[in-house]
C-alpha cells in the first residue's frame, strides 16, 4: 500500500512540474473546474452503480480515478470544450457495457448480483477470456 501511494504520489508531482500549465499559452479556465467536477461526479457514480466496489486489486480504484481525472484535465487544456466527449463518453460507454454484459450472464446490473457469478465473470476477462 504504501508503494502505490508513493508511486501516484511521484506521478501526481511529476506532472505538476512538468506539466502544460507551466506553459503561458495553457491556462487553466473557470469552465475547466466545473468540468473536472463533472467527471468526478460521473465516475463516482459510475463507480457506485457499475460494480466499482469489486475492483481487485484495491490500488487500482484511486489509479482509475487519477487517471481519469489526468487525462480529462489535459484534454481540456488542449482541446476545451471538446473534451466532454471523452469525460461523458468513457464513462457513458463502460456503463452501457456493463449493462448488456451483465444482461447476457444473467447477472443484475444494478447490484451485480449473485456476486460469485460476477466475480467469475470479472477474473475471466482479466485472463483475456471474453466468451
Known amino acids: 500500500m504504501i508503494k ?13 512540474i ?7 499559452q495553457f491556462s487553466i479556465e473557470l469552465y475547466h473546474y466545473l468540468y473536472l467536477s463533472l467527471a468526478l461526479v460521473i465516475w463516482l457514480v459510475g463507480y457506485h ?3 466499482g466496489r469489486f475492483i481487485r486489486p484495491k490500488w487500482k ?4 480515478l ?3 481525472l489526468l487525462i480529462s484535465t489535459c484534454l481540456l ?6 473534451a466532454l466527449i471523452f469525460i461523458i463518453g468513457h464513462q457513458l460507454s463502460g456503463g452501457i457495457g456493463h449493462f448488456i454484459i451483465c444482461k447476457k450472464h444473467g447477472i443484475d446490473w ?11 465473470l470479472t477474473e475471466k476477462w482479466a485472463k ?3 466468451s
Open 4 to 16: 502505490t501511494i508513493s508511486f501516484y504520489g511521484i506521478v501526481i508531482v511529476f506532472i505538476l
Open 18 to 24: 512538468w506539466s502544460p500549465w507551466n506553459n503561458e
Open 49 to 51: 452503480f457499475f460494480g
Open 61 to 64: 480504484i484511486p489509479g482509475k
Open 66 to 68: 487519477i487517471a481519469y
Open 77 to 82: 487544456i488542449w482541446i476545451g470544450h471538446f
Open 110 to 120: 444494478k447490484t451485480c448480483q449473485p456476486e460469485e457469478k460476477y466475480l467469475e
Open 128 to 130: 483475456g477470456d471474453f
